[in-house]
């Protein structure tokens, strides 16, 4: 069975920086496109970024360009969120996600149980 477990996540000053990590596990070498995502409580999960499975091809929110860079490796089954000048409206859970390259959080098969991503200010 699939498993991804997020880590990274904790307190920061605004301005910071922060890298998150997503272990995938259980795959049987298969390879994943993948994704981030942030919910915040009482809003809608929000994505962030995709990876394809080779890597090659890479997206990013507009409100997250010139700030965050995603990228993987595969010899790890290791997927990276890089987080730069982060800013308090950054706060959130952060999930990591398999199986779709795409901002329709309904597509993806697996889910990270998350990690808390806390910008004060």
């Known amino acids: 069975q699939v498993q991804l477990v997020e880590s990274g996540g904790g307190l920061v000053q605004a301005g910071g920086s922060l890298r998150l990590s997503c272990v995938v596990s259980?795959?049987?070498?298969?390879?994943?496109?993948m994704g981030w995502f942030r919910q915040v409580p009482g809003k809608d999960r929000e994505y962030v970024a995709g990876i394809s499975r080779s890597g090659y091809l890479t997206y990013l929110g507009e409100s997250f360009q010139g700030r965050f860079t995603i990228s993987r490796d595969n010899a790890r089954n290791l997927i990276f969120l890089q987080m730069n000048f982060l800013k308090h409206e950054d706060t959130a859970a952060y999930y990591c996600?398999?199986?779709?390259?795409?901002?329709?959080?309904?597509?993806?098969?697996?889910w990270g149980q998350g990690t808390q991503v806390t910008v004060s200010l």
């Open positions: 259980g795959s049987n070498g298969l390879r994943y496109d």
């Open positions: 996600a398999a199986g779709a390259y795409t901002k329709d959080a309904s597509a993806y098969n697996y």
